[in-house]
Each structure stands twice: as C-alpha cells, then as structure tokens.
C-alpha cells in the first residue's frame, strides 16, 4: 500500500489487475498464491527495540527501499522497507504500536509528544468495563439460550 504500485496478476483477490499504491516508498508488491499467516517477533532495527506482532499477507515485496530494512525477525528474516531520510517505512509485522516502548519511541523520534499510555493495561481495564455494562443490562443467560 505505501509502495508505487500492488500488482494482482493471478487474481488471487478479484480480477487480475495493477493498481497504484500511494508512492511513498520504492517498492512494488506482486500478490501471490502463498498466505503467510503468523505470530511474529523480532527487533527494530533502527533501536535494537523489541517488536511484536503478526504477519498476515499474500504477496512479496522488492524494490529498492527494501535494502533498508525496519525489523529482524527472531527467526532471521529481515523485514521492511524505509525510505531515504528513514521517516517513511513499512513493515509487514502488523500490532507494532501496541508496544508502549516502541510506540514511544517512533513518536518521539517523529519530534512528537507520546503519552505514558499503558496499552495492555487499557485494554484489559476497557474489557473489564465492557463486561460489567453487558451483565448489567443484557439478559445473558437468555441470549446464550438463543444461541444455542
């Protein structure tokens, strides 16, 4: 997507087509038959920070911007592409943000504020709350009733 262009030739998504990606970086990605669907680890590169996430995509991505990887892989693999100036860059590791050290870290080296924002811990307090506000006003006995 951040690539000059996505290239679908064997119609793995729809009809067999070419599309523009939005040009920010010096890559092409030509979808293939092969899913990669995986939990993932690794290290930024740029801060020898711990990275965690998953992959989940059908294709393989080349272009020039590739000689400058993001992220290695525990298993090795170098992953990503980052343009000149290194401001630009993707990663096919999906839920890199929920780190609270990484996330810091892209913001403030983007000269941006970041927050002391604890992630799994908001999430976990938004589900607790959620489940509270559901027992209170759902019949839940009745609804599993329904489901079954």
């Excluded at 504020?113 to 811990?121: A, D, I, V």
Aim: charged share 30%.
């Amino acid at each position: 997507m951040l690539g000059r262009t996505i290239k679908d030739l064997d119609g793995i998504e729809g009809a067999s087509s070419c599309v523009d990606g939005l040009g920010l970086l010096e890559v092409e990605t030509v979808l293939t038959k092969k899913k990669t669907l995986l939990n993932s680890h690794g290290r930024w590169l740029a801060a020898d920070l711990p990275v965690s996430g998953y992959e989940i995509h059908v294709g393989v991505t080349t272009g020039p911007d590739c000689a400058r990887p993001v992220l290695r892989h525990d298993d090795g693999r170098l992953d990503g592409a980052c343009a000149r100036g290194g401001r630009i860059f993707g990663s096919y590791m999906h839920g890199v943000f929920t780190n609270d050290d990484f996330r810091r870290y892209i913001l403030r080296s983007l000269g941006a504020e970041s927050s002391e924002l604890n992630f799994e811990e908001t999430i976990e307090e938004t589900l607790d709350q959620l489940a509270a506000h559901c027992m209170r006003h759902i019949d839940l006995d009745r609804l599993w009733d329904i489901a079954r």
